[in-house]
């Protein structure tokens, strides 16, 4: 594809002389393996695969909060709180001041596999083959599906969760007496996602492939080719296009019209001699930034694939990346806890 050149961004077939933004990086040691990212206003959480979350202030101040006893298994946020959960069997939440909460601690001491938040104060998690609901007024309820669930998503509307697992996906809406509805395709669905506009629901899978259903009719989208199982989805800021890790390019889906990406050839950016393990988003812009198998870190406009490198490639893979919610920060981390945060 065309990859134009700008004052801001360069995408010359010649890496090295791509435009970069290197020097403008604040150095993070977290001295562990990061498994996610999320913000909390401008301070950078870096979540631990042990026990622990980091705070990182945009000057670069950490601060290690301990918050389960054992492995950290998944993590939300809202923006306001962190929630996660553990093979501690507990549901934690954090503030932004660092104030630790436990929402919920499985009577069987279950790994809670997955966790979602909704902007509203409610909260969801599972353990094994359920799924668990929590209002922001505490009132709980739960959901058995077929088997372990694989993923667990809001609606950005309402109050509807996605509940993905094998063979399909259940939507359940707590709040209803109405029964579960079941969107069926077979193989293991791991993560799950809502389109923004509340159109279309994707997974990724334990095969190299995605999966999508246009929600208003259940009617199918395949989405595969990929040399790897998608680790990584996010939405671009318009919610025109769903970008994925999973090959050494990033596989960008369209989905401005009402048919999806059905018929229709993705768009493929920032290819690498090195696989795409994160990608994120900027809340604001058309712009991707893209976590590689090297450790390399690129931003990518949309438009026509320009380039900015925000980080040179260090051999450890990228494992988190993420923007603050006005898009003036971004932070990254690496699987030996080698970590930064540029500021824009």
Known sequence: ?????????????????????????????????????????????????????????PEGEATRLPIHDGAVLSVASDGNRLVSGGDDGSVIEVNATGQVQSLATDPKRRWIDNVA???????????????YFRSAKGEEKSCD??????????????????????????????NMAAKPEPLEWAGSHLGVVFSPDNKFL????????????????????????????????????????????????VIMWPFASKDGPMGKEPSILAPMPARVSM???????????????????????ISDGAEILVRRKTEQAV???????????LAFASADGDAGLLTL
């Open 279 to 301: 990608v994120a988003c900027h809340p604001k812009h058309e712009i991707v930034a893209v976590g590689y198998s090297d450790g390399t870190v690129l931003m990518v406009r």
């Open 319 to 329: 494992t988190a990346l993420a923007w603050n919610a006005k898009g003036s920060l």
């Open 117 to 131: 938040v909704h902007p509203d104060g409610a909260v969801a998690w599972s353990a094994g083959k359920t799924a």
């Open 145 to 174: 599906v077929v088997s372990t669930v694989g993923g667990l998503a809001f609606a950005p509307k309402g109050i509807r969760l996605a509940i993905s697992h094998y063979n399909g996906v259940t939507l359940w809406f707590p």
């Open 1 to 57: 594809m065309h990859r134009g050149v700008s004052t801001a961004f360069d995408s010359p077939e010649n890496p090295a002389s791509i435009v970069s933004v290197t020097d403008r990086v604040q150095p993070v040691q977290i001295g562990a393996a990061v498994a996610a990212i999320h913000f909390l206003g401008d301070v950078a959480i870096f979540v631990g695969e042990e026990e622990a979350v980091t705070f990182v202030a």
């Open 202 to 249: 994707v997974t990724s899978m334990h095969e190299p492939a995605l999966h999508g259903w246009r929600l208003s009719d259940a009617r199918h989208m395949r989405m595969t080719g990929y040399p790897a199982r998608v680790r990584s989805l996010s939405w671009s800021a318009d919610g025109k296009f769903l970008a994925t890790s999973g090959a050494d390019t």
